[in-house]
């Protein structure tokens, strides 16, 4: 049977390291804080707490929207949703943060039988939860008939996952919405349901979201690393973390350059599915073959391309890495422009501009003159390859040794290399601190998430990661930001061990 989220009624299972150590007081206080200022503010206790964690991606970037493999893992930066379900009246969420002066409360009414309707122009914080919203009443009504009606809420949330800080806050805020919603009417959901639930969520925000996101706040599971793989369809692998000589350890580093992925995305992540989706429909053209849709974002997929290209050459029975390493060959000998005009693209799909313009960029729009499709189908062809080293490397024996440690951040370095010059996602900030991590003794550094901004992620042997640590502050933070306060420095670094994915807190963990 399918698994479902877990309901839990202790915080250990949530944060607790598996050990009878119990679990840090900052976690417990916190937690406490959010039931003490709901009560405080509704008069009332929650019936219970929704919560989903942020995620730190180790390889496999920009590459789940091409239906290719990512290895992430959840983190323990989280989103909190206290919840009182208001059982009778109309369907009204009262929508408050724990940090009210940054986030003001807000209130929504759902119309009896209507849609959830997000403002996509105004990006009001509280569009995430009403985004959550709105996939998990796709699922109810699905139960129980259009004519479903919601229970009303009465909500108090705490996001500790930095807000456009390339931990994927936004994901860990829809999961944490739509588990919510689907806890106060009653279901107890599959992980499945949910992550396809949280995937369309994402997508009414405005953003193609790729899945990786969701899958790893969902699905992750204290110790391990996730293993998603997207075709044909979703499946979740739990890799444990191999023991290490030398020691190594995953430090994740904010750079503070903020890229909001939803207003951004006309020029970045939304460009980039439009560029791979054209990439893989031209691919396809270019060898005569008629691609069937499949479940990424616009409907065609590399992947896919991949797939039948192989198919076409009775290759199909061969490895993966033979498969993409065809494909690489492909792409460099096929795709000879350095950009595609939209009446380049047009001509060879042998298809009008408006049509062109109609299929593939009138959902989300794109701001484009050109489209680089040879240097964003490398960057996924490669990255894929470089996924399957970076598996292949972990599972070869129980302990990872220094060369293979080497290669793992090796292989972490041509991703950042791939991301800021064959995919143009990283930006000056981000190439400056990972050059900063690796003089200091990091084995490999890169962003992670969607980049142009965001965080940057390092495998750092044991007995360097105070080295590291200070670098960073010395040559990037204090000197790009010479007021930062030593709250915000103390933000700025998480050292990262793999974390639990979602789950609905209740009963006894809710006397605090
Ligand atoms: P961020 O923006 O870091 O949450 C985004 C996408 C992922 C994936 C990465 C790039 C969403 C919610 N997330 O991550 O699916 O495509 O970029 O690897 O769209």
Avoid at 276 to 292: G, P, W
Avoid at 363 to 372: E, G, H, I, Y
Avoid at 429 to 440: G, Q
Wanted: net charge neutral.
């Amino acid at each position: 049977m399918a698994a479902e989220v877990p309901w839990v009624d202790s915080l250990e299972q949530v944060y607790g390291d598996g050990t009878p150590n119990g679990i840090p007081s900052e976690y417990r206080q916190r937690f406490g804080n959010l039931v003490k200022t709901f009560e405080r503010e509704y008069d009332q206790k929650p019936d219970f707490v929704s919560r989903s964690p942020g995620r730190v991606n180790l390889i496999g970037e920009h590459i789940d929207y091409s239906l290719y493999n990512v290895l992430p893992t959840a983190v323990v930066n989280d989103v909190l949703i206290a919840v009182q379900v208001v059982e009778s009246g109309e369907p009204k969420f009262s929508i408050a943060n724990v940090n009210s002066s940054k986030y003001p409360k807000e209130e929504a009414i759902i119309p009896k039988s209507g849609e959830v309707t997000i403002d996509k122009q105004n990006h009001k914080w509280s569009n995430y939860f009403l985004a959550g919203v709105s996939g998990s009443l796709q699922t109810l009504r699905k139960k129980h008939g259009d004519n479903f009606v919601p229970k009303g809420m009465k909500l108090l949330i705490d996001g500790n996952v930095p807000a456009g800080g390339g931990l994927s806050s936004s994901a860990a805020f829809v999961c944490a919405s739509a588990l919510a919603v689907m806890a106060a009417n009653g279901l107890r959901v599959t992980k499945q349901d949910l992550l396809d639930e949280c995937i369309v969520s994402e997508r009414s925000v405005g953003v193609y979201s790729g899945g990786m996101d969701q899958a790893a706040s969902i699905f992750s599971e204290r110790g391990y690393l996730l293993y998603c793989q997207f075709w044909p369809k979703f499946a979740a692998e739990h890799v444990p973390v191999p023991q290490a000589d030398p020691e190594f350890t995953i430090l994740v580093a904010q750079s503070f350059v903020t890229s909001d992925k939803a207003v951004t995305a006309p020029k970045h992540y939304n460009l980039r599915v439009v560029e791979v989706t054209l990439a893989s429909v031209v691919l396809a053209k270019l060898f005569d073959i008629a691609l069937n849709p499949d479940h990424s974002s616009l409907g065609f997929s590399l992947r896919n391309f991949q797939e039948e290209v192989m198919k076409k050459d009775g290759k199909l029975e061969e490895t993966m890495k033979y498969q993409v390493d065809a494909v690489i060959d492909i792409v460099k000998s096929r795709l000879d422009k350095d950009a595609y005009t939209r009446e380049e693209i047009a001509k060879i799909l042998e298809i009008s501009v408006e049509n062109l313009e109609k299929e593939y960029m009138s959902k989300f729009p794109v701001q484009a003159d050109s489209f680089k499709l040879r240097q964003r189908a490398l960057h996924v062809f490669e990255e894929a390859r470089r996924v399957l080293a970076f598996r292949q490397t972990l599972s070869q024996s129980s302990t990872l040794d220094k060369e293979k440690l080497l290669r793992l951040g090796d292989l972490m370095n041509q991703t950042q290399e791939s991301c800021a010059k064959t995919y143009e996602c990283s930006c000056p900030e981000i190439d400056d601190m990972c050059s900063i991590a690796r003089k200091s003794g990091a084995y490999g550094s890169r962003l992670t998430g969607a980049g142009w901004g965001g965080c940057t992620v390092h495998l750092v042997p044991q007995d360097k990661v105070d080295a590291v640590q200070e670098a960073l502050k010395k040559e990037y933070y204090y000197k790009k930001f010479p007021k930062i306060t030593a709250e915000t420095l103390k933000e700025a670094i998480v050292i990262s061990k793999p974390g639990q994915g979602s789950s609905v807190i209740h009963g006894n963990a809710l006397s605090v």
